[in-house]
Structure formats: structure tokens, C-alpha cells
């Protein structure tokens, strides 16, 4: 199959990208690290008709809340028009789109969105209009927090693996908070092998969202996270606007398409991603 990847160069991307190749599809990479974001249309509109691809996986955007609440234009730019221009550039051949939205849509404890969650809200709606009008296929999904070797991590996004690489390098760790909060984390190699079986089976899954997550047993809060790490050099500010208390995704519906399921605990997947810290130190 020839597969289209938007953020291609991103953490997901990168994971999907080869393990596609490694399969033996043809993948096309597209992402603003190489020059080409999804928000300029003309440019993706040809590169789409270049590539010809029979999906395309939309990856590129802005996955940070805290980076959302302060640059929303930044944001709104990355996620609500880059998605409109995929779904734009797959109207005219009517090409499948699997979009990787986020568990972030839904309203935090406060009752609040933040804007990450408000554009990648407004992207599904995008995507399903473009289905009810022009008949492009879609599949959406909700992930829950992703991570895994050679995602990078930083204070503002991945914090899985800011926390791994806060206790590795001894760096301390600013809680939103008071790290009560906690996810069903989800390994990256198992979020791959969703993503690859949905471009491989694609008329199987089509038209539904579908929640993504490790599951109950891969429940983990912050402090719960920071304590099994031994860090304690941790120091907690205010909690972000549309922050969610608690995610544990329910992953029936998309375990019931072709049994999918997460195989990996969070133990062995923080392990993992330890090691291959401590490798590529």
C-alpha cells in the first residue's frame, strides 16, 4: 500500500513510518520539521496528488496543552487548519484519512476545553463533514497519553518521559497539580500496531471514533509515576485550565473491530524507555 504520514517526523510518526516500511508499504513522509506543514494547502494539495496514496495517516500537530493556553493562534493553526487541509486534500480523490485526535476533547475537571482539546474537536468535526458531503472515508482516534523510546519529553509535553528523563539526569519536575491526576498510559509500539492493522483493514473500521487507551491495569497517576522513579525533587504550581483528574479509556468498541489490545504494562513499557535512554545518553 502507498501510505501518506503527516508528522511523519514527529514520535508516533517516526514509529509508524518504519514499521510500515518494515512491512513492505510505500510511505510518503510529510511534516513541518522538512519544510512542509499541512497548514499551507497548495503545497499539501500536490504532495497529496504526488503521493497517491491509498491513506492517509494525519499525525501533524500541536499535541501540548500548556503550549496550547499559551500560543492558541499557534495551535489553531496547526491543528484546525492543517486538519481542514488534509481533509481538503482528500476530497478530491476521496482518499481515507486516519486522524489521531485526542482523549483531550473531552471537558477537564474544571469543566473546561483547553484549546488543544477545542481544535482537535473541531478536526473530527472537519473530518466528519467531509465524510457526509464528499463521501471521504475517515477513522478517528482518542488516545490516551502515548509514550516509548525516543519520544523526547519536555515539561510541556510527554510528561512520561520528562519524568524518566528528570529522574535519569536528577533535573527537577514542576507538578500542575497535586499529581493525584492519572492515565491509562499507553506503550508506542502498541499504539502501532493499532494504527497499522486500521491502514491494512481500513474498510473494517471506517467511520468511527474510537476511544485508545492501556486500559485499567495501565492506570498510573503523576505521584504514583515520580515515587516508583524515586524523584523527589518535584515542586507543584497550579493546576492547567481543561486539565483532566482522571483518563482511563474504555477500548472495547475497537477491540471488538479485530481484537486489538494493549499488550504492554506500564512497568515493562517505563522500563523500556528507560533503557533506551540510558543507551542513547
Not at 503527516?6 to 514499521?19: E, K, P, S
Not at 522538512?34 to 501533524?60: M, W
Not at 503523576?222 to 479509556?249: C, F, I, K, W, Y
Amino acid at each position: 500500500m502507498r501510505v501518506l504520514v503527516t508528522g511523519a517526523a514527529g514520535f508516533i510518526g517516526r514509529h509508524l513510518a518504519g514499521h510500515l516500511q518494515h512491512l513492505g508499504h510505500t510511505v510518503r513522509w510529510i511534516d513541518k520539521r522538512n519544510g512542509l506543514p499541512t497548514s499551507d494547502l497548495q503545497r499539501l494539495t500536490i504532495a497529496v496528488h504526488d503521493a497517491a496514496p491509498d491513506v492517509i495517516v494525519h499525525l501533524g500537530a500541536s499535541c501540548s496543552t500548556a503550549v496550547s493556553l499559551r500560543d492558541p493562534v499557534a495551535d489553531f493553526t496547526d491543528n484546525v487548519v492543517g486538519t481542514f487541509n488534509v481533509c481538503e486534500a482528500a476530497r478530491r480523490k476521496r482518499t481515507p484519512v486516519l486522524f489521531v485526535s485526542s482523549v483531550k476533547v473531552q471537558p477537564g475537571a474544571d469543566g473546561l476545553i483547553a484549546p488543544l482539546g477545542q481544535s482537535k474537536r473541531t478536526g473530527e468535526d472537519y473530518l466528519r463533514l467531509y465524510h457526509q458531503l464528499y463521501g471521504v472515508p475517515y477513522i478517528i482516534n482518542r488516545p490516551s497519553t502515548v509514550y516509548g523510546p525516543g519520544q523526547q519529553g519536555s515539561a510541556e509535553a510527554g510528561w512520561v518521559t520528562w519524568f524518566l528523563r528528570a529522574a535519569l539526569e536528577e533535573h527537577p519536575v514542576t507538578v500542575h497539580g497535586d499529581g493525584t491526576q492519572s492515565r491509562d498510559i499507553l506503550f508506542v509500539s502498541d499504539f502501532v500496531a493499532l494504527l497499522v492493522d486500521q491502514v491494512e483493514h481500513f474498510a473494517d473500521y471506517a467511520g468511527q471514533t474510537y476511544d485508545v487507551g492501556g486500559g485499567p491495569d495501565n492506570e498510573v497517576s503523576l505521584n504514583e509515576l515520580l515515587a516508583a522513579l524515586a524523584h523527589t525533587d518535584v515542586s507543584h504550581d497550579e493546576r492547567l485550565p481543561g486539565d483532566l483528574q482522571r483518563v482511563v479509556m474504555d477500548n472495547t468498541k475497537v477491540t471488538a473491530v479485530r481484537g486489538w489490545q494493549p499488550t504492554t504494562s506500564w512497568r515493562e513499557g517505563v522500563r523500556a524507555t528507560l533503557e533506551h535512554m540510558e543507551r542513547h545518553a
